[in-house]
């Protein structure tokens, strides 16, 4: 059936996207622990803020 179709479709999508999310991630808490992040008190709070003023 057509909705099957499409899920399956999703769902070959979400796997594809899944490896590149979680290296995103692993970027993003690499940044967030660096020195200059620590040095500069940088906490993930503000960097969410930062994102929903874009």
Do not use: G, P, W, Y
Request: net charge positive.
């Amino acid at each position: 059936c057509f909705a099957h179709v499409i899920n399956l479709s999703v769902q070959a999508a979400l796997t594809q996207l899944e490896s590149k999310i979680s290296k995103l991630r692993d970027l993003v808490n690499r940044i967030h622990s660096s020195l200059c992040c620590k040095r500069s008190n940088i906490k993930h709070e503000k960097m969410i803020k930062f994102n929903h003023q874009m």
